[in-house]
């Protein structure tokens, strides 16, 4: 199977990389419909709570900036495969020379570290959040649901594993031209979405606003037990629907199914993805 999708944004070269799949149990899913539950409950193979993992690789001239990194063997057999993603995209580990991570959970940040603990992307700056950095280094963390010790440890060991070409930048500033953070926060303090712009197109990445994309888009109520600040997040996901159902944007992001791009129209009172 293909793990990679590619698109071209003017000059700029966008491929995403899927690192695994997987189908979320409804334990973790709030505002659920009873029968959803239940179909839920009833098959663990189900369409409706069924998600991917996803990075992006972003090229542009030299550059080659990966865009979250999977979550290595933490979430099981069917997900922990970025290098091979990033093989069959044509790029080596070594040559990846940025790294930006949209938050520091650990489906999206595993990935940088061997399990050791080093450093994948040896030749790679690391770019993050100024703020989302504060959030999970701070010396008092006060874990918040399923954020605890076990996802602030893994943050920090990112953090010391790429301490000597760490770039921390506030949101909505360029990560590399043509590539700027979008800022979606609630899902954690510091969580990101992207925009690449090069001629006259565009591409926007949504984050982690939608892990299952089967439910949230019908409705958008529905959440997940991971978001830090839950009325934030809510409101933040209703926000972007809006703004990119209204403004036709090109729209893809961390836990998009496939096909991995396209556009999100109103339907009903949620949202569907375009099959235009
Ligand atoms: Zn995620």
Redesign the pocket.
């Known amino acids: 199977m293909s793990r990679v999708s590619s698109i071209d944004i003017g000059s700029i070269k966008v491929t995403s990389l899927l690192d695994g799949e997987l189908v979320l149990p409804a334990e973790v899913l709030l505002n659920l419909k009873d029968e959803d539950a239940q179909t839920i409950r009833d098959n663990n193979e189900n369409k409706l709570s069924s998600s991917n993992?996803n990075a992006y690789l972003i090229q542009n001239g030299e550059r080659n900036l990966l865009v979250?990194a999977g979550c290595r063997e933490l979430f099981g057999p069917t997900c922990g495969f970025i290098k091979d993603a990033l093989a069959e995209a044509g790029v080596s580990t070594q040559q990846v020379t940025d790294v930006f991570l949209?938050?520091l959970?650990p489906?999206?940040i595993a990935g940088t570290l061997n399990t050791d603990g080093t450093a994948v992307f040896n030749n790679a700056q690391l770019h993050l959040v100024d703020i989302e950095h504060d959030f999970w280094i701070k010396e008092n963390f006060d874990a918040v649901e399923v954020n605890g010790a076990d996802w602030e440890n893994l943050a920090q060991a990112v953090v010391t594993a790429y301490k000597d070409r760490l770039n921390l930048l506030s949101q909505g500033k360029e990560i590399m031209p043509g590539v700027n953070t979008v800022a979606i926060p609630g899902?954690t303090p510091g969580h990101s979405g992207f925009r690449v712009d090069s001629g006259n197109d565009s591409l926007m990445h949504l984050?982690?606003i939608i892990?299952l994309q089967n439910l949230q888009l019908i409705d958008p109520n529905v959440s997940t037990v991971?978001d830090i600040d839950y009325d934030t997040a809510l409101l933040s996901r209703k926000r972007v629907l809006d703004m990119v159902s209204t403004d036709k944007n090109l729209c893809t992001s961390?836990?998009w199914l496939s096909p991995k791009f396209g556009h999100i129209e109103r339907h009903g009172q949620g949202f569907a993805v375009s099959s235009k």
């Open positions: 993992i979250d949209t938050h959970h489906d999206h899902h984050g982690d892990h991971f961390g836990h």
